[in-house]
């Protein structure tokens, strides 16, 4: 892509009333736009970088059986009724209107009631069964307080699945090869050193959950880890006793602030029995499907990943995530080499970011590229070219 | 993908209360399901039909000068205020709710307001123009009646393209490109014989705009076509007045109901005034930008796609848009062949739904193969291995 065309511009100055540093920046260097607390719009660099994200989250979701669908937002309070969770005091986030019919309709903060109905058209028997579906989809969330940029939002694309199992056995298999998918993906986005599978409490149908946290000073949660094992314990059940189940001295564990990446819940027969999500059992009696849940914020990932990697100039992107391979920018004297090695490059599959306006000065086209933080950068200048050679940056 | 992988399940009977032809196909089929009036969800064949529309439409988007953005649902009233279409006397189809801070927040049905007052941060003067901004995104529309299935919904992904210009006549040069470019996307997803473009009712901007309209005995509108011309006339502005304007004879025309399956509309500086985004123009002067927009509804391209390319049997996709490019059936005895053909297909790069239900008779997938619909057919059987041959069925 040629600058000259894209339509954003970087700017200086944060603006007003923006607290975090990943907001901060990234609307700075032109990634999203504040729409209104909490709200954020993608435009043309933001929407490569969350695209690159859930490319990687797909691929993952793909390889362990996951099949992706596209939920509606739109929610029929009937469903909700039917596992208690449509009343405030239960589910305290959600955004309710109503239809030109006069009739009450919610927006999806989750998936599981609406997705537990539609399977019962296509789950009968065990021989139907394990199923894994997922989605990229939009949740809205009415949350009181919202400043943390990409952390927390009211409205996000949310990676979502849902497994569906005959037997506990089957359901804890899948669970840890998704717990194996998902520090692949963190690993992937360059997030794995900083992140920790994480005990955290499993509600009220099971024990724990997992959590999967990234260590960031930003962090809204508190975690507490355990280097030698890679694992962590949030401090929700950091007491005596789930120490003493888990097997862990509190002398081995640091606390860190935290930044919750993704969640695997454990959600038994809950939604199945209330929904009426049945199989024929191999010795013919109806049982509810185990089901649970597993949930990653590709935003998420996109705001925590710049809380981590950036300084004082800008953002740090990962290899991965970048927006562009390369961050191309063209001097006087050096736009012909320029010219000829962005078609080059773009021809052999790598992509550029040709930084071609002609009537900016070389620091303004330094500091731009700092902001917007693509790993690599190539400079063709007179002295270059007189060189017969480019300047190469990481 | 493999039959047997495949969480959705065909059915024979269409569901109660879908009166829409695309609807009951699309449901049976597998491709949808229906989470309440207006509103339904897209299964993993369903998504792949739609992914491939929204390929089709993005190509094109590019290739035109389109940047791809993803703005947000949640809307600030303050800025639709500005233009008066908060109101619900201006615009009837507003879903509202509150925010837990007890805010008013409406659910996007278009994006001009915020997108204007997104751009006012990245256009300045003349040489920041001409723009062109486009996304897939989901709109709300709170419509009192949905029952035409996948061509009138409350909740649906739209193209919206938005142009903004200088001049008049850059602005006009666009958006004939602009034409161009939506004949070329009616025409690769199968409905290019049957679309016209067709003179409507321009608003209070414009004397007219330009829809798309496809000839299809269940759409809402009434259109009168000039076959010679290949073009058509929207009933709302068939006068006689309009018509000798257009230089068109009522003899020449033929009533024809038709689906609205894409939109232009000249929007003049009414946005650009109201949200006050404005340009220094050469002259030295401010000077609003002019804007357009451009929709497209690719579930909508689906719905009318299957409304008009259908048998007594199911549905026929047309090759572009079909979920896979083969269906390749395996019978008893053709299990190894059709396993091989599998293998070799896929990595020849085609596409193939492959049914190896072990379980299922003949009569069962060929039932399953002419309710989905797809172009080629593919068949290995004891007789066709023992000929040392598939049977390939268009």
Not at 82 to 104: H, N
Not at 308 to 325: E, Q, Y
Not at 376 to 385: C, D, G, H, Q, Y
């Amino acid at each position: 892509m040629r600058a000259s065309n894209l339509f954003t511009k970087t700017r200086r100055e944060a603006p007003q009333g923006e607290e975090s540093v990943n907001a901060q920046l990234l609307i700075r260097a032109g990634f999203i736009s504040k729409e209104m607390a909490g709200v954020y719009n993608f435009l043309p660099l933001g929407l490569l970088v969350l695209n690159k994200i859930v490319g990687i989250i797909r691929e993952e979701m793909n390889a362990i059986g996951g099949q992706e669908v596209l939920l509606s937002s739109l929610q029929d309070p009937a469903l909700w009724k039917k596992s208690g969770r449509w009343d405030d005091k239960v589910v305290d986030i959600w955004f309710k209107t109503k239809l030109s019919t006069g009739s009450d309709v919610g927006l999806a903060n989750t998936h599981e009631e609406p997705l537990a109905n539609l399977m019962r058209m296509h789950i009968a028997s065990w021989r139907d069964l394990p199923r894994y579906v997922y989605q990229f989809q939009t949740k809205f969330r009415n949350e009181l307080r919202a400043r943390s940029g990409l952390i927390r939002t009211r409205e996000f694309i949310m990676k979502d699945l849902y497994s569906f199992n005959k037997t506990e056995k089957e359901f804890r298999e899948f669970y840890e090869q998704c717990v194996v998918s998902y520090l692949k993906i963190f690993d992937k986005v360059g997030l794995g050193k900083q992140t920790y599978r994480t005990f955290a409490s499993g509600g009220s149908f099971s024990r724990f959950s997992d959590e999967f946290q990234t260590v960031c000073a930003s962090g809204e949660d508190t975690i507490y880890i355990n280097k030698k094992k890679n694992i962590a314990v949030n401090k929700e059940v950091y007491t005596n006793e789930v120490l003493k189940e888990l097997g862990m001295k509190k002398s081995e564990l640091e606390e860190a602030r935290a930044v919750e990446v993704g969640n695997i819940f454990p959600l038994g027969t809950k939604y199945s029995s209330a929904l009426g999500l049945t199989f024929k059992a191999e010795n013919g009696t109806d049982t509810p499907v185990i089901m649970g849940s597993y949930g990653i914020g590709p935003a998420r990932i996109m705001g925590t990943v710049v809380e981590l990697f950036h300084d004082a100039k800008g953002i740090l992107w990962p290899k991965a995530v970048a927006p562009f391979d390369v961050h191309l920018i063209s001097l006087p004297g050096g736009e012909k080499t320029a010219d000829k090695l962005y078609g080059e490059l773009e021809k052999k599959g790598v992509s550029v970011f040709y930084d071609d306006r002609p009537q900016l000065g070389a620091g303004e086209k330094f500091n731009d590229a700092d902001l917007i933080g693509i790993p690599l950068r190539i400079v063709a200048s007179r002295k270059t070219v007189e060189q017969n050679k480019v300047e190469v940056k990481k």
